[in-house]
């Protein structure tokens, strides 16, 4: 099974930028594509940015051209630059992995962001 462990979440004002990380461990030959989701309180898990083995990107329209996805070299870990933030972006920021089979998705465990003055 896959393992996935995020950081780089905190407080930032608005206007300013984070840079998340997503470390994947276990069977990560396995995986097809990995993204980010968030869950502000009281709402559902909504996907923010995805990427496949192939590179192909997709963003929520709430973020696009503010945030980036990308695959590390290792290709086991997966970042998103979160530029312009907003306070409506304060949300836990769970890293995704996808793949075939029952064990699949994958969630992390969360890393908290917050965008307030």
């Known amino acids: 099974q896959v393992q996935l462990v995020e950081s780089g979440g905190g407080l930032v004002q608005p206007g300013g930028s984070l840079r998340l990380s997503c470390a994947a461990s276990?069977?990560?030959?396995?995986?097809?594509?990995m993204g980010w989701y968030r869950q502000a309180p009281g709402k559902q898990r909504e996907l923010v940015a995805a990427?496949?083995?192939?590179?192909?990107?997709n963003y929520a329209d709430s973020v696009a051209g503010r945030f980036s996805i990308s695959r590390g070299n290792a290709k086991n870990t997966v970042y998103l630059q979160m530029n312009s933030l907003k306070p409506e972006d304060t949300a836990v920021y769970y890293c995704?992995?996808?793949?075939?089979?029952?064990?699949?998705?994958?969630w992390g465990q969360g890393t908290q962001v917050t965008v307030s003055s």
């Open positions: 276990g069977s990560v030959f396995s995986i097809i594509a």
């Open positions: 995704n992995a996808d793949g075939p089979g029952s064990n699949y998705p994958r």
């Open positions: 990427i496949n083995s192939g590179g192909s990107t």
